[in-house]
């Protein structure tokens, strides 16, 4: 068996896990790296949201160079975490590995065992129930505890909305949802007119909610019609910008009619 000092520069490609392991344990270990030394679950934590967003940017961009590098950099964190709980007795990265492994076999048991799944939806229906059951949740907690707990808002919105449509708390049609746009449109303009600060808040947020619904409803991930708005708004900001400096304007010195001139400009280019 290797040592840690062998593992680190070891050239075999099927154990380059193992190797970053080793490397990992390198770091904590006295005489290793002063910052790795000192951290904790709990200061990882934005490390672990930032890589996964960064992974989630390079899926998105189609950069499959940059995919690979940035889900080393999310494994990276697993490990590490494994690290700190091995250090402390608590378990190890095998440990994580047999827990999803076996998670993955309990939960296909039309793969695994003798169950049937017919198509995607009976998949995630199964998966759902043997969840629950796995959890002890079968009546005894509210159907939608713990769903996407930890997510960001927006796409907890889509769990939440996607986890009541299994049990038939849905629109039967999409005018349904386009109609519940409009109403929480109107009231949120109502309460904008009163001049209701809290209620104006409230009626955003079921705007937004209803909005979110649509997208589901439309089978599309509201996280990623988000960030093409994001980044189409950013191309667009940076066109009207370059359109400004090219009339010897900065964005400090151009008025708010020479902007919207410029943003319209940038817009018709676009098509």
Same mark, same amino acid.
């Given at each position: 068996?290797?040592?840690?000092?062998?593992? $680190?520069?070891?050239?075999?490609?099927?154990?380059? %896990?193992? =190797?970053? !392991?080793? $490397?990992?344990?390198?770091? =904590?270990?006295?005489?290793?790296?002063? /910052?790795?030394?000192?951290?904790?679950?709990?200061?990882?934590?934005?490390?672990?949201?930032?890589?996964?967003?960064?992974?989630?940017?390079?899926?998105?961009?189609?950069?499959?160079?940059?995919?690979? +590098?940035? %889900?080393?950099?999310?494994?990276?964190?697993?490990?590490?975490?494994?690290?700190?709980?091995?250090?402390?007795?608590?378990? #190890?990265?095998?440990?994580?590995? !047999?827990?999803?492994?076996?998670?993955?076999?309990?939960?296909?048991?039309?793969?695994?065992?003798?169950?049937?799944?017919?198509?995607?939806?009976?998949? %995630?229906?199964? /998966?759902?129930?043997?969840?629950?059951?796995?959890?002890?949740?079968?009546?005894e907690k509210p159907f939608l505890h713990g769903v996407g707990k930890g997510l960001p808002a927006l796409p907890r919105a889509a769990?939440?909305?996607?986890?009541?449509?299994?049990?038939?708390?849905? /629109?039967?049609q999409e005018t349904g949802v386009i109609a519940k746009i409009r109403e929480e449109l109107q009231e949120l303009e109502a309460a904008?007119?009163?001049?209701?600060? +809290?209620?104006?808040?409230?009626? %955003?947020?079921?705007?937004?909610?209803?909005?979110? #619904?649509?997208? =589901?409803? !439309?089978?599309?991930?509201?996280?990623?019609?988000?960030? !093409?708005?994001n980044a189409k708004f950013e191309d667009r900001f940076h066109a009207m910008e370059r359109l400004l400096a090219a009339k010897g304007?900065?964005?400090?010195?151009?008025?708010?009619?020479?902007?919207?001139?410029?943003?319209?400009?940038?817009?018709?280019?676009?098509?």
């Amino acid at each position: 068996m290797m040592t840690d000092a062998e593992m $680190i520069d070891c050239p075999e490609s099927g154990r380059q %896990l193992e =190797r970053l !392991r080793a $490397i990992m344990h390198r770091l =904590r270990a006295p005489g290793g790296c002063p /910052w790795d030394a000192e951290q904790t679950h709990e200061s990882l934590v934005s490390n672990l949201i930032e890589e996964a967003y960064e992974a989630v940017d390079a899926i998105r961009s189609g950069d499959q160079t940059h995919l690979c +590098e940035e %889900l080393g950099d999310v494994l990276l964190q697993v490990v590490f975490h494994a690290e700190l709980a091995e250090e402390a007795g608590r378990f #190890n990265l095998d440990d994580i590995a !047999r827990g999803i492994s076996d998670k993955l076999v309990r939960r296909h048991p039309h793969v695994f065992g003798s169950s049937v799944a017919d198509g995607p939806d009976a998949v %995630l229906t199964q /998966w759902d129930a043997i969840k629950r059951a796995e959890k002890g949740e079968v009546g005894e907690k509210p159907f939608l505890h713990g769903v996407g707990k930890g997510l960001p808002a927006l796409p907890r919105a889509a769990k939440l909305q996607k986890k009541a449509a299994k049990v038939g708390f849905d /629109w039967p049609q999409e005018t349904g949802v386009i109609a519940k746009i409009r109403e929480e449109l109107q009231e949120l303009e109502a309460a904008v007119d009163a001049q209701d600060i +809290e209620a104006v808040s409230e009626e %955003l947020g079921d705007l937004m909610f209803s909005a979110v #619904n649509l997208a =589901r409803f !439309r089978g599309a991930d509201p996280e990623v019609l988000m960030a !093409r708005a994001n980044a189409k708004f950013e191309d667009r900001f940076h066109a009207m910008e370059r359109l400004l400096a090219a009339k010897g304007l900065s964005l400090a010195d151009a008025t708010a009619d020479q902007m919207e001139e410029a943003w319209d400009e940038a817009k018709r280019a676009e098509k």
